[in-house]
């Protein structure tokens, strides 16, 4: 389900944003479907991707593919973070997010 106009993008930690994929199911835009651009459309479409592939392999139960995703984004962010001391380098270093943009360059 792809979810425009969120209200959630209101919220400290999240409003510098304007998408997010929080499963594979389920995609958060800060905007009205006008004002989302096809590249960013692409890259919340690789990391729904990335979750059902994580799915595929992780152990079966409801939630371990999207609890092991979000584990491994949120120590790859930690550890970022520390070693480079910068919010946006450690964002961009994460290995799920380089992998969206691969895929959101490949399509483009």
């Given at each position: 389900m792809i979810v425009y106009e969120s209200k959630l993008?209101?919220?400290p930690f999240i409003r510098n944003y304007i998408g997010i994929?929080?499963?594979?199911?389920?995609?958060?835009?800060?905007?009205?479907k006008?004002?989302?651009?096809?590249?960013l459309e692409d890259h919340?479409?690789?990391?729904?991707?990335?979750?059902?592939?994580?799915?595929?392999?992780?152990?079966?139960?409801?939630?371990?593919?999207i609890v092991t995703l979000w584990v491994t984004y949120l120590f790859s962010y930690i550890y970022l973070l520390i070693k480079t001391r910068s919010h946006w380098q450690?964002?961009?270093?994460?290995?799920?997010?380089?992998?969206?943009r691969e895929f959101s360059d490949a399509t483009v």
């Open positions: 993008f209101k919220l994929t929080l499963t594979s199911r389920l995609v958060l835009f800060a905007g009205s006008e004002e989302v651009s096809k590249y919340e479409l690789g990391h729904e991707v990335e979750f059902a592939l994580v799915d595929s392999v992780a152990i079966p139960g409801a939630w371990d593919g450690a964002y961009k270093g994460i290995v799920w997010e380089r992998l969206a």
